[in-house]
């Protein structure tokens, strides 16, 4: 019997990442520490000029104002889908970058303190709010990391499995309120039967507001006191981070005391003592906690009128550890919200059990769940996702669907790498399908079509197994209706009343082009007016030299041999 291959769980979160594995001897997940020894890793990153450190080595450098000014600030999670950029020192640096080394450091720890050997099978966990962007930018970060296979699974799917696979008691709806640090999620969830399977019974719904805007907000109410006394905590204009650290402590200590004390030295060298107690931290963020119950309110009407009775409560998350969270909750339902103590983990633990399901040896030889709250795949289903393979030929976007393949079909091992070999297949299909495009769309703005290039036309269709109809119908949607032998006819016809300038400009097109959509590619860039010669002769001289069998590997079917391009006219402009 084969060595079982170790796989973990991770809850990658806004200020405090978790990992966890499924202990095949207990039967039960557990959670794993990281190298400082704790369960719970800051997700913070320094970038300096010789060294990256990540969590509590990072957390320490907060102290010192020569190097916290290469930190990263909290937040990179519910920010990877935004194209923002921090200069820290000499380096730029986004929340992916950030997201990368935590899951790195992660994925390390697991491997030299646990397993002792390579962990390339991972479930992220992510927020039900995260839209498609998001989820590929999670994915893409815990692939630059280091892991091979990797599923998503949404955070209140994870916390309702922990919470059942752990032993208590779960009803057929559970409402999920997870209160992390960067986001609120609210789910209603259906469980079938006896079995751990929870579907989403309405669309999830929540916030990007969390513990951090309870730390932002608390560091805004101690920058008021500071100033009172004409002095500001900000460091040089920018936000203390150390002060915003302290912040942060004061915040979980108020769970458990009535009051705290600030004493700290501000960037002026004098120190700095201010006492807070419990009723005025809940009335500085009353405001978020009463926001989050609006959304209970309105997911709860909803599900009395769709008839779920719910009858679970679960609070998940750091920050529902506030009295005044279970306190207005409480006040919104019938039931008692139920509280565990590893409600800061139990993402991670959910994440584990998944993982579990997925890779562990009671998975083999029956299908796999579908990624969490999207349910699981019929045949009917998965025929629709690999029909959506075949025919994606023109839009280069072949690798995200691929991905959902591994993500929403579980399967067996042996089935998954045939679906391995087919992605590779597929990914190699996209590279020929953008090159295909962008050589139609080149063609169409020059108004130039060889014999040369009929013959590389066609024989990236073949490549591509498109049919005679399939082939026509992406053609004549870049030139404005027509195929590539008509275009060609046109061209051809037209010469003789035209001059070679006036061959060149577009024709004007009878109706706009369709606008392309927003939604974010994989592969593929725009290349400007002049640069397609340019990179047909480069590519032409590659092929011709062998230099991209990497792309296009010798097996069945052949590699295209593409044909040497017409060399430039003596009248054309320079380019």
Request: charged content about 30%; aromatic content about 6%.
């Amino acid at each position: 019997m084969a060595t079982q291959l170790p796989f973990i769980g991770i809850d990658f979160g806004t200020c405090n990442s978790s990992m966890a594995w499924f202990n095949p001897k207990t039967r039960q997940a557990e959670v794993l520490k990281n190298a400082e020894g704790e369960e719970k890793t800051p997700s913070l990153v320094f970038f300096g000029d010789h060294e990256i450190l990540v969590g509590k080595p990072a957390e320490d450098m907060l102290s010192d104002e020569q190097t916290n000014r290469f930190i990263y600030p909290p937040g990179a999670k519910r920010n990877i889908g935004k194209k923002i950029a921090m200069l820290l020192g000499n380096r730029t640096v986004t929340p992916m970058n950030v997201a990368v080394e935590v899951l790195r450091k992660l994925k390390q720890d697991a491997e030299e303190l646990h397993f002792h050997t390579r962990v390339s099978h991972v479930v992220l966990t992510v927020p039900a709010i995260f839209d498609q962007l998001e989820r590929e930018r999670v994915r893409d970060a815990s692939r630059i990391a280091g892991f091979k296979q990797i599923a998503l699974l949404d955070e209140p799917v994870a916390a309702a499995l922990a919470y059942s696979r752990e032993g208590f008691q779960v009803g057929r709806h559970v409402l999920v309120y997870d209160l992390g640090a960067g986001t609120f999620d609210l789910a209603l969830l259906s469980r079938e039967g006896e079995q751990d399977t929870f579907d989403l019974a309405l669309p999830p719904c929540g916030l990007r507001k969390g513990g951090d805007d309870f730390d932002r907000i608390l560091y805004a109410h101690v920058d008021e006191k500071a100033k009172e006394e004409g002095r500001s905590v900000n460091n040089n204009g920018a936000m203390n981070l150390e002060i915003l650290r302290q912040c942060r402590d004061r915040k979980e200590n108020l769970s458990l005391r009535s009051d705290v004390q600030f004493s700290s030295i501000l960037p002026d060298g004098r120190p700095f003592k201010h006492k807070l107690d419990r009723k005025t931290f809940e009335e500085l963020i009353s405001g978020i906690v009463a926001e989050t119950v609006e959304q209970t309110d309105k997911l709860l009407q909803q599900a009395r009128r769709d008839g779920h009775q719910i009858d679970t409560v679960l609070l998940v998350g750091g920050s529902s550890r506030v009295p005044l969270v279970s306190s207005m909750i409480q006040k919104k339902l019938t039931l008692k919200p139920d509280k565990w103590q590893h409600q800061d983990v139990a993402v991670a633990l959910g994440a584990a059990y998944h993982a579990e399901t997925i890779w562990g040896d009671r998975s083999c030889g029956r299908t796999q769940e579908a990624e969490g709250s999207k349910g699981t795949e019929t045949e009917r289903e998965r025929q629709q996702v690999i029909a959506g393979i075949v025919g994606a030929v023109v839009e280069p976007r072949l690798q995200a669907i691929c991905d959902r393949l591994t993500t929403f079909l579980i399967l067996d091992r042996k089935r998954l790498a045939d679906e391995q070999e087919a992605m590779d297949r597929a990914q190699h299909l996209g590279r020929i399908s953008d090159y295909r495009t962008r050589l139609l769309t080149f063609k169409m703005q020059e108004r130039l079509l060889e014999p040369n290039d009929i013959s590389l036309l066609r024989a990236l269709s073949e490549q591509l197994k498109l049919t005679q109809e399939e082939a026509a119908s992406t053609e004549k949607q870049v030139f404005n209706g027509k195929t590539k032998e008509e275009m060609k006819k046109n061209i051809e016809s037209s010469s003789g009343d035209q001059t070679k300038e006036e061959m060149k400009k577009p024709p004007v097109l009878s109706k706009p082009m369709p606008e392309k959509t927003s939604t974010p590619r994989n592969h593929g860039w725009k290349l400007p007016v002049g640069w397609g010669a340019v990179g047909l002769i480069a590519i032409g001289t590659l092929s011709r030299n062998g230099c991209l069998d990497w792309i296009m590997p010798k097996k069945n079917p052949p590699p295209i041999l593409f044909p040497k391009p017409p060399t430039s006219r003596p009248n054309d402009p320079k380019r």
